[in-house]
């Protein structure tokens, strides 16, 4: 489970994240949506620690994030995460990509971690993609290996921050059925997102953030259909 | 065989082997000081990528001084100093040790460019994979950052290779000393600069086609 507290964030005088009080419970899929800038990518580095936080607390499976004593890499195992520019490894190939952070983090032998890695890209449908670079492959498909990249840690939690957004239209599918699909088999999933059809049909609930705040939340229905803030009404109208 | 005697009278065939030898000394000399200087260049050009202002007043001054001061100064000036401190070093040593420092100013520039190229997603999408920092480095900055300069650091290497020419001046018969030597003793420049000049040719063009085959395959 993730816990966030009474969590703020500041980039200097910048203040991003207004008090985030939140629960994501295992198996749960969160949507977050939102205009730029309101904080949401920050609001994912703040839970895997890549970004440091001034007040409140973020806890892992009862693991303090931000605590000094936390070994932050072993907890990043447990959490994968998928960034809008997908960051393939260009001198490694697809299976390279993912057998990497097996090998190196969780100390694998090197078969066990290309045999991870093999099943992972088949899990993403990248199997005749194995010995390709990535500059050989689509914006969908490094997308996807992306995914197997993260996968291939075995988390228990998969982060995704604006996965399809870097995307051309024609691409953006077959991402967005890769994450569908986690969904089905049971991920515990945040996506940061401006797919609201995926937002509608996958998530458990959707929460709206707007400057810093997390204006509402709720199961689907009541943010796409039953908003109780205004606020929250006024973006969707303006995003559809 | 015997006809040709007269017109070389002066270059005979053991000549080229003494410029063979003097060829191997020259490269000899650049292997050393370019893996040495290569070394201390990607360690001194992380240190400048991580800290720009304390990197840049402290090591940054002291490579731009190796950088701007003429390589036959440097040679000179330390090869004295060390004998006036009493460090009795050898020509090729003292070669060695300078001309791998110069090469490591030369590289600190070429690396830091590279290691700076590598932004900061892609060090975050390592980190976010579990890896440490210096994990982050070895697997990702370094390998990508370090590719994408390479074309200038076999520049580097093969300008090295050139000035090591300089370390003639010590006296250690490497191919310029060698050549110079044959020159007042044959009489024949021409001859002898040319057949030293397709040494170094001869030792830099394999190291620039394998570069080339190298960059092809990591474009692929
Ligand atoms: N490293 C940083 N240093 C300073 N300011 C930052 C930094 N990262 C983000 N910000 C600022 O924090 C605010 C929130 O940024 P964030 O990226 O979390 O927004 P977002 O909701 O993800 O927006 P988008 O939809 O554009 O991705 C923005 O005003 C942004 O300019
Ligand atoms: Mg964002």
Known sequence: MIEIKELHKYFGDLHVLKGIDLNVEKGEVL????????????????????EAIQKGEVKVDGVSVHAKETNLNKLRTKMGMVFQQWNSFP??????????????????????SREIARAQLEHVGLNDKIDVYPSALSGG?????????????????????????????????????????????????ICVTHEMGFARDVSDRVAYFHEGVMEEIGPPDQIFNNQKSERTAKFLANVR | MNEPISFFSGFGPKDL?????AAWQTLLISVLSISAGTVMGIFFGW????????GSITIGFVLDAFRSVPLIIQLVLFYNLFNVIGLAVSPFTAGVIILGVYTSALVANVARGGIESVGKPMRRAG????LSYFQTMRHVVWPIGLRAVFPSWVGV????????????????????????????????????????????????????????????????
Not at chain 2, 180 to 209: C, K, N
């Open chain 1, 91 to 112: 001198h490694l190939t697809a299976l390279e990509n993912v057998a990497l952070a097996p090998r190196i983090v969780k100390g694998r032998s090197k078969a066990e």
């Open chain 1, 141 to 189: 498909q490094q997308q996807r290996l992306a995914i197997a990249r993260a996968l291939a840690m075995e988390p228990e939690y998969m982060l995704f921050d604006e996965a399809t957004s870097a995307l051309d239209p024609e691409l953006v599918g077959e991402v967005l059925d890769t994450m569908r699909l986690l969904a089905e088999e049971g991920m515990t999933m």
């Open chain 1, 31 to 50: 949507s977050i949506i939102g205009a730029s800038g309101s904080g949401k990518s920050t609001l994912l580095y703040c839970i895997n620690g890549l």
């Open chain 2, 17 to 21: 082997w003494y410029l063979a030898q």
């Open chain 2, 47 to 54: 240190i400048l990528s991580e800290s720009k202002v304390v």
């Open chain 2, 157 to 220: 290497a093969l300008g090295v290779l050139k000035d090591s020419a300089l370390v003639s001046v010590l006296g250690h018969p490497e191919l310029l000393k060698v050549a110079r030597d044959l020159i007042t003793r044959t009489q024949q420049p021409l001859l002898v600069l040319a057949v030293a000049g397709a040494f170094y040719f001869a030792l830099s063009f394999p190291i620039s086609r394998y570069a080339a085959h190298l960059e092809r395959k990591w474009q692929s």
């Open chain 2, 127 to 130: 980190r976010s994979l579990g």
